[in-house]
């Protein structure tokens, strides 16, 4: 089946860097969702982008879609070391079905 | 807020066994999923309901059944349980009026199978 990938796998900055995560996918979508997951939680929900929008923005959240490279990014500025966790981006291809990248660990040191 | 709750945050069960994994969501959502999620693989789709009594395959239903007999709840059922199954096996929920919506997971239920 179809799969985002997520770029890149592992990601350590320092808190109040922005930390830009991409995913990449291979057919036509109807949205794209980014969803946080902190260790041994499930996933958190934090922004969806329909394939007819370009950029969407949620507090320290920015997220862009470029659905002619099939890419997607998302932006997390100023970070915190509360945001270290795994990232994902799903991909909504029919009903609600979702299918999910592998990830982006991502750790914020303070 | 939407609570998606499983069971049991760990399992530890023999091959060989039936297992039972329990969710139940208080948002009055059609939807409800069961994936599995392993090092490396992020999380794959099992099995899919979209009404009470509905099911659909995901892309890993080998080994696994499920049962939604309230709209509220939504079994995952080991048949004979082996050891690839070890996994962290997550539920989640969403409404069901069409595309764009976003999904609520619970905190899930980390499964060793011996």
């Known amino acids: 089946s179809q799969q985002g990938e997520e770029d890149p796998q592992a990601l350590s900055i320092q808190e109040g860097e922005n930390a830009t995560m991409n995913c990449s996918y291979k057919?036509?979508?109807?949205?794209l969702q980014w969803y946080r997951q902190n260790s041994g939680r499930g996933l958190v929900h934090l922004i969806l982008i329909r394939s007819n929008e370009r950029e969407k923005h949620s507090g320290r959240l920015r997220v862009t879609l470029d659905t002619s490279k099939k890419s997607s990014s998302l932006l997390i500025t100023a970070s915190r070391a509360a945001d270290t966790a795994s990232y994902f981006c799903?991909?909504?291809?029919?009903?609600?079905?979702?299918?999910f990248g592998g990830g982006t660990r991502l750790m914020v040191k303070p | 807020d939407v609570k998606v709750t499983q069971s049991s945050r760990y399992l530890v069960k023999r091959t060989g066994e039936k297992v039972f994994l329990e969710c139940v969501q208080d948002m009055d959502h059609e939807n409800m999923f069961w994936y599995r999620q392993d090092p490396g693989l992020g999380l794959r789709l099992i099995y899919f309901?979209?009404?009470?009594?509905?099911?659909e395959k995901g892309d890993i239903p080998e080994g696994y059944s499920v049962s939604r007999e309230k709209k509220e709840r939504f079994s995952l059922i080991l048949e004979s349980a082996s050891t690839n199954q070890t996994s962290m096996y997550l539920c989640?929920?969403?409404f069901g009026g069409g595309a764009n919506q976003p999904q609520h997971f619970g905190d899930g239920t980390r499964l060793s199978i011996l």
């Open positions: 309901s979209y009404d009470v009594k509905m099911k």
């Open positions: 989640a929920s969403s």
């Open positions: 799903a991909t909504e291809h029919r009903g609600n079905m979702l299918t």
């Open positions: 057919t036509s979508i109807n949205n």
